[in-house]
């Protein structure tokens, strides 16, 4: 079971960036799906949450009306659109799969503890 990155880089601010997580050996299907980030020396964060059994989304304040996450089915692949890039954003970003989700009753309490298969991440830095 993995999670295939893509799509990290440089950029510079107000720019744009579309990262991408493909599963491999595995579906989406039944779990959660989270983005999170890890900026230098500091601990990973959660940033986005996607229960795929309902559809709900979560995002962290902070990244609300910047960054979107979308899922192609078919591809069993998920992304995440960030606009509006910042220097703040720069951060090693990593998806994970949430296995506990179908037990967990609401979208906040998943992508936390649960996460049982990680991608390796892809670093994002925001240069001025």
């Known amino acids: 079971l993995q999670l295939v990155h893509s799509g990290g880089g440089l950029v510079q601010p107000v720019g744009s960036l579309r990262l991408s997580c493909a599963a491999s050996?595995?579906?989406?299907?039944?779990?959660?799906i989270g983005w999170f980030r890890q900026p230098p020396g500091k601990e990973r964060k959660r940033l986005s949450c996607f229960n795929t059994n309902d559809n709900n989304i979560y995002y962290a304040d902070y990244v609300k009306g910047r960054f979107n996450f979308s899922r192609d089915s078919a591809n069993e692949t998920v992304y995440l659109q960030m606009d509006a890039l910042k220097p703040a954003d720069t951060a090693v970003y990593s998806c994970g799969v949430d296995s506990q989700a179908p037990w967990i009753s609401t979208i906040e309490g998943m992508c936390k503890e649960g996460i049982g298969v990680w991608g390796k991440g892809t670093l994002v830095n925001v240069y001025s």
């Open positions: 050996g595995f579906t989406f299907d039944h779990y959660a």
